[in-house]
């Protein structure tokens, strides 16, 4: 009898890639090995590779620099870190402090030196003088440096591995270390900046067990707390938890219909056949339905894509009564033959979304292989076999995890249905000058105030496709433009007869010399992309630069992979290009124009009364 040849091991091919060189393919291959799962010590090896690679490669790894400071050694974390930051397309490199020297580092870092600090407690020495007061004032001296540097914060929370001496039932008393850890926390996470996250440590590690999470001896021989299993856990939460403050989550669950929604297909049971709500399974598909419904509740899209005859895979939702899931909640619903890939690149167009905004939920195997092959920038979630474990599958990959819910996530699903209703008007009209007048849009510019602020750090730290510049500022940083004079910093609400888009557009300019008003940050929600709303925009920043008393005015275009759609924006506008941007990539130009000279564009947004 022979055996099949064992799997080729791919760290050791990119050790192999590495060492000739070969940056770019050996990160592509080590993130793809992240994606699939590598076990603790591989996954450190990993990210071993991935640092050595962003020593040596001639360009840096795309992605937010991540630099962490412990009160513990940190040595295993933040190559793990690294790891999973490729494998989530979270981070670029991945840097790491000295032992137990939080802010001492962080008042010896320059303005610059990373985009995201992670900062991670422990509190085993100091457990019996634990206070929320003390510990607060510590690690709010942390994100006021942090922030003053243009950092964004993750927070990670306290925890211990036992109970101490008191043991389970007096240390969760009032007064007991327990208590006063969780209390310690509620202090951390209650008074956190808006713009930073904190990263729950005792969850954590009370999902995988802290016998399981923490190894004492580690602790003892090298300072770090943290099994290796636990210390990888810690690290996908973190690299989560990046992504989630830099790019938001997922935006879209697409789903698979037969033996994802229901049980069985449908095609041979028909729409009354298919398993769901009697039985254990079919209460565990009605209850993964409702639970992937409440998503909705917090601006997550749901999507389709199934191979299925699509009279066969529409009818559930419409003829059986036992579907928690209806048509109507549903963005897109691609049902046919064909590659699920081609479904999901056609729902990312449907939504005007990238394929990366995309999480793909699908139980059979073959499928999720033909999507991670095709389109590696998707979220492939591996869906076990049994129905009753769906929920937590989802929960585990972290695809949808947030740091906060805004009215405008909220409001989201609501927000693309209306969309849709726009585009099937748009079909009717055979110039687009009459359905954009048939929209009757109302637009409003205003300056920003407390109650914008969390929505404008949201669209700033995440927005990619209209954006013109992608500079990623704190909190701190957007308070201080807003702050200074002669700056003008504005939103956009938009609404049309279908419906209230709310807060898509921000614009932060700021003085830049005798009379010069430099266009720091312009982005718009891409719900707006293509409604003149830009030059809407526009005419209003030129409006109010020429009454704060500037002469010029000038726009930056700085590159990326996404926002190819706006390199020419201040060019139609009527600006001209005067060089490069300075300190930017290669690639990006810098525009400027005498405001005395700028005509108005054309646009089908009135001013709101």
Known sequence: MTTAPAAPDPVRAARALVKAGEHGPAATLLADAVRRGLPALRLHAAGRLLARSDGAAAAPAAGPRVHVLGELTTGWLTPMLRAWGAGLSATGPVTEGGFDVVLQELFAMEAGAA????????????????????????????????????????????DLPGPGSAGHLLSSRPGGLRDRVRDCN????????????????????????????????????????????????????LASATKALTRGPCKVLVLDCDNTLWGGVVGELGPHGVELGEGPQGQAFRDFQQWCKDLTGRGILLAVATKNEPEDARAPFEQNTAMVLKLDDLLAFEAH???????????????????????????????????????????????????????RAIEDSLAFEAPRLTAADAARVDQYKAETARKELSAGFAKVEDYLASLDMVGELREIDASDLPRVVQLVGKTNQWNLTTRRHPRARVEEMIATPGAVCRTLRLRDRFGDHGLVGVVLAVPDGDGVLRVDTWLMSCRVIARTAEQFVWQGLVDAARAAGHTTIVGDHIPTAKNRQVAELYARLGLEAVGPVPGAPDGSRRFSGALATLAPPPTWVAPAP
């Open 115 to 158: 985009d995201v600090v992670v900062l991670v407690p422990w509190a085993g020495a100091r457990a019996d003088r634990l206070a929320p007061d003390s510990e607060l004032a510590r690690w709010q001296a942390c994100w006021a440096r942090a922030q003053a540097l243009g950092m964004r914060v993750i927070q990670v929370g306290l």
């Open 186 to 237: 509620r202090a951390l996470r209650e008074n956190i900046p808006d713009d930073a996250i904190f990263v729950d440590l005792e969850a954590i590690a009370g999902d995988m067990g802290r016998r399981a999470f923490y190894e004492p001896r580690r602790w003892y021989w090298t300072k770090q707390p943290m099994s290796e299993a636990g210390t990888a856990l810690l690290a996908r939460h």
């Open 337 to 391: 033959w064909e590659p699920k890939s081609l479904s999901l690149q056609r729902i990312a167009a449907t939504l005007n979304l990238g394929v990366d905004a995309l999480a793909f939920f699908d139980d059979n195997p073959a499928e999720r292989e033909q999507v991670r092959q095709a389109l590696p920038q998707v979220t492939v979630i591996e869906v076990p076999p049994d129905p009753v474990d769906y929920v």
